[in-house]
């Protein structure tokens, strides 16, 4: 008996959809898109990216989710390779799939997102100026790179900034 194939996104707004459920998921439309507009950003720019949104939410270590699990409030790394990062993002897509309409919004909201055409509901998402490229939970993880001078804006349970 052969194993079933791992099914994966296939277009770039279903990884970014994908990404933003990981991420993001228990958060409102604004934080959903936030992550997004995150990933879009870093693509457009080549910023811990290979320019296409897939390779920006595989990136090694760039959205911890794809790479770490949290044990004792530390992010551990347990993805060590693409195929690694793949399998974790593949068991995530399935189970994100099963939740038919938590998958519809969020493939809405990507859809838009990439399209320009977001429709936020708070002012916060507008101060997401292409230089947002980085974000965290604080009430997870305080990267060195969370400084007040790179502070955007918070959108829900993440605080974004520029590098």
Same mark, same amino acid.
Request: hydrophobic fraction near 45%.
């Given at each position: 008996m052969s194993e079933a194939p791992i099914r994966l996104p296939t277009t770039s707004v279903g990884w970014m959809a994908l990404c933003a459920y990981d991420e993001a998921r228990n958060q409102l439309d604004d934080g959903k898109a936030a992550v997004c507009q995150v990933i879009k950003n870093r693509a457009n720019r080549a910023y811990q990216s290979d320019g296409t949104i897939m390779g920006t939410v595989l990136h090694p270590m760039a959205f911890s989710g794809f790479w770490c699990d949290m044990v004792n409030g530390h992010y551990v790394r347990v993805a060590h390779t693409i195929a690694d990062a793949q399998g974790r993002a593949a068991a995530k897509f399935a189970a &994100?799939? &099963?939740? #038919?309409? $938590?998958?519809?919004? $969020? +493939?809405?909201? &990507?859809?838009?997102? +990439?399209?320009?055409?977001?429709? #936020?509901?708070? #002012?916060?998402? &507008? $101060? $997401?100026c292409p230089d947002a490229l980085l974000y965290c939970n604080m009430a997870v993880s305080a990267p060195p790179w969370a400084t007040r001078d790179r502070f955007i804006t918070r959108i829900g349970a993440h605080s974004f900034y520029r590098d």
């Open positions: &994100a799939i &099963a939740q #038919p309409q $938590l998958w519809s919004n $969020l +493939m809405e909201i &990507a859809t838009d997102v +990439m399209g320009g055409h977001y429709e #936020p509901q708070g #002012p916060e998402f &507008a $101060l $997401l």
